[in-house]
């Protein structure tokens, strides 16, 4: 499974979100510190769904990030994201 699949498949078994978009930017990144061969390492994800609605950003972040889990977090360089509720 590539990376962008596992943070889909986190995300969605966390959240059941609205919507969801996993958007791999390596490429744009490449010769970048943290770039490798093969990407999978600069994402941009955009979730929104209705648990985050009484979270503060903050707390929207931290929820996305333990959904992913530190063994999966590790293995991204970049990790952009929009969180709505």
Do not use: N
């Not at 978009?21 to 061969?37: I, K, L, M, N, P």
């Not at 941009?44 to 950003?57: C, H, K, L, Q, Y």
């Not at 707390?59 to 063994?71: I, Q």
């Amino acid at each position: 499974m590539s990376v962008s699949e596992e943070i889909r498949s986190r995300l969605e078994a966390a959240f059941a979100p609205d919507r969801l978009d996993v958007t791999d930017e390596s490429e744009r990144h490449r010769g970048h510190s943290g770039w490798r061969e093969g990407g999978q390492t600069h994402f941009r994800v955009v979730i929104a769904a209705p648990s985050f609605a009484a979270m503060t950003r903050v707390e929207r972040h931290r929820a996305v990030h333990a959904a992913l889990g530190p063994d999966l977090v590790g293995r991204i360089h970049a990790l952009a994201l929009t969180v709505e509720g």
